[in-house]
């Protein structure tokens, strides 16, 4: 045997070295992962509570359109409405005229 070639027992030991520093390598790239995957799931919003916010969102903006078109309704009778309060406070002034003009005969 020469100098370079090296016995079995050497060349286990060699192996084993180089797999102890391979997995070394795994673990620390698997706790990486590990470490990315959580700081991702406290920054990016899962899809179940996207979906749950996004009915909370619908369900408000469903009740300001039921109130908008209430608003609206009410709006249109108060416009169909006033004239004949106009008439009504016309007929009044009239009534309160004609018992001034009665009383000062």
């Given amino acids: 045997m020469g100098n370079n070639e090296l016995t079995d027992g050497e060349r286990l030991v060699k192996l084993e070295t180089k797999l102890e520093s391979e997995l070394s390598a795994i673990k620390e790239a698997l706790y990486d992962l590990k470490k990315m995957f959580l700081s991702r799931e406290e920054i990016y ?14 369900k408000d903006v469903e009740g300001i359109q039921k109130g908008l078109i209430e608003t609206r309704e009410e709006k249109k009778i108060t416009r169909q409405v006033l004239p004949n309060w106009v008439h009504i406070l016309l007929s009044l002034g009239t009534l309160v005229v004609a018992v001034i003009a009665l009383y000062h005969k």
Avoid: S
């Fill in 45 to 58: 919003v899962t899809k179940d509570v996207l979906d749950e916010k996004l009915k909370l969102v619908y």
